[in-house]
């Protein structure tokens, strides 16, 4: 696609349910991070792919978060059991490579999500 | 560990004039990159500018230009002419290099005055 595309924009979500939040990079970009944007504060690293696999999942809060991305394209970021806490803004970024040096990575438009 | 401050939470510019927003970040290491994004309501995060440490001249994208200070661990951005739809939150951000992660501050939300 032409950008990096997010799905759901928007979802709400009970306490103690499971949700999925999707990604689909950019064509071609081996490389997917997963940021966590709180109210009022900067993103902060979750996760990142290289391919099929999770290079770092540092970021990650707790067991509850999982992320996959099963061909080297799509990704899903799962939270299990969700609390209000995880309420926020979810970012996927990708791009062409490893960004070592000056690779630009590329973000998408969040999905919002409230744990009500 | 790596920090990005950006003490300026707010701020407002007339517009057609200038503005500067300010950053320090704190480091060890001497090869990073620093950015900044630009996040409308819409949410994505648009890369304004970069600036590699190793470089000397500072980075100018047509209205936007970057006063980077090594030593001083400073990196503020000026917006001249600045416009309507220079209305956002911006962020600072900083990578080491040949890693992956980037490390934002808290962000500063830019308003500008018809």
């Known amino acids: 696609g032409a950008g990096v595309s997010q799905t759901p924009s928007n979802k709400v979500t009970e306490k103690g349910k499971y949700v999925e939040l999707r990604c689909d990079p950019i064509?071609?970009?081996?490389?997917l991070y997963w940021y966590r944007q709180s109210l009022g504060q900067g993103p902060e690293f979750l996760i990142y792919?290289?391919?099929?696999?999770?290079?770092?999942d540092s970021g990650l809060p707790n067991d509850r978060f999982f992320a996959v991305r099963p061909e080297g394209s799509v990704s899903t970021l799962k939270i299990q059991r969700t609390e209000r806490g995880d309420s926020a803004v979810y970012l996927c970024?990708?791009?062409?490579?490893?960004?070592?040096?000056?690779?630009?990575?590329?973000f998408g438009q969040g999905t919002r999500l409230t744990v009500v | 560990a790596q920090t990005v401050t950006q003490s300026q939470p707010e701020m407002s510019v007339q517009e057609a004039e200038t503005v500067t927003l300010s950053c320090t970040y704190d480091t060890s290491e001497s090869d990073y990159y620093l950015f900044w994004y630009k996040q409308p309501p819409s949410r994505q995060m648009i890369l304004v500018i970069r600036q590699e440490a190793y470089k000397q001249q500072n980075a100018t994208e047509n209205r936007f230009s970057v006063n980077f200070q090594k030593a001083a661990k400073s990196f503020s951005l000026k917006i001249s002419d600045s416009q309507l739809g220079d209305a956002a939150m911006y962020f600072c951000a900083y990578r080491f290099s040949g890693t992956y992660k980037y490390i934002f501050g808290t962000g500063t939300r830019l308003k500008v005055l018809a």
């Open positions: 970024a990708s791009s062409l490579t490893s960004p070592a040096g000056t690779a630009e990575a590329f």
């Open positions: 064509s071609g970009h081996t490389a």
């Open positions: 792919f290289q391919g099929t696999g999770a290079a770092d």
